[in-house]
């Protein structure tokens, strides 16, 4: 699987968007980027993927640029609730005998 | 509640004893994972099931044993710990469809054991 780059932490207003970059430089054509969020001792929470096409669900946007090699996620309006570790992985569709690796993510703080 | 049930929500154990750490998903998924979370690092894979069968140990040492019934229940059977394996062990489950997108993985809450 490729590797991916997080910055270590970042901040955010209560109320504004917060936007995480990751970089996938490595990227192949049939990996897929996966966001997961872990807020303080709980179980990982699944947030949005895509291929290379922006996608949007209830809690989030994905934007992949059109080289896949960097992406961004954006919580529109950030809640203290959104204060977590973000991480960005990159993969192949899920198959047999294969898992999710875990990196260290981006802490994000929102504060009022 | 995820639809992955994880019990105890927390353990103390001492080094000379024998615990189980069991996992139960309602989701239908025919995969489930241990993984471990130590103090300010990052989630660290242990064990994969695939429709039963494991098909991964990430070098995981002996005093670990996991067991996989069937595919709604997953268990960690632990014995002879350290005080280094005190940590968060979480278990996920999963859809397995070879060369199809998934919706993603489902972890419990986790299990937080403390070796004394």
């Known amino acids: 699987d490729a590797k991916t780059t997080q910055p270590t932490s970042m901040d955010c207003a209560e109320g504004r968007a917060a936007n995480l970059p990751c970089n996938h430089s490595?990227?192949?054509?049939?990996?897929?980027v996966y966001w997961y969020r872990q807020i303080h001792s709980q179980g990982p929470q699944y947030i949005i993927h895509?291929?290379?096409n922006n996608e949007t669900n209830e809690m989030a946007s994905l934007i992949i640029t059109e080289d896949r090699k960097s992406s961004t996620l954006i919580l529109p309006h950030a809640t203290l609730r959104d204060t977590a570790v973000y991480y960005c992985?990159?993969?192949?569709?899920?198959?047999?005998?294969?898992?999710?690796?875990f990196g260290k993510g981006t802490t994000l703080s929102v504060s009022s | 509640e995820t639809g992955v049930t994880q019990t105890p929500r927390h353990l103390v154990m001492g080094m000379t004893n024998k615990k189980s750490l069991k996992c139960e998903q309602h989701?239908?998924?025919?995969?489930m994972y241990w993984y471990k979370q130590s103090a300010k690092k990052p989630l660290e894979l242990m064990f994969v099931?695939?429709?039963?069968?494991?098909?991964e140990n990430n070098s995981v040492p002996s005093r670990f044993s996991p067991e996989c019934p069937n595919s709604s229940h997953l268990f960690l059977h632990l014995h002879t710990l350290q005080p280094e394996d005190s940590a968060l062990y979480l278990c996920?489950?999963?859809?397995?469809?070879?060369?199809?997108?998934?919706?993603?993985?489902?972890f419990g809450s986790g299990t937080r054991l403390t070796v004394v």
């Open positions: 996920a489950s999963s859809q397995v469809s070879r060369g199809r997108s998934f919706d993603g993985y489902t």
């Open positions: 099931y695939n429709f039963k069968e494991q098909t």
């Open positions: 989701l239908g998924h025919n995969a």
């Open positions: 992985i990159v993969r192949v569709a899920d198959q047999a005998g294969t898992a999710l690796i």
């Open positions: 895509g291929l290379k």
């Open positions: 490595t990227i192949s054509g049939n990996e897929y």
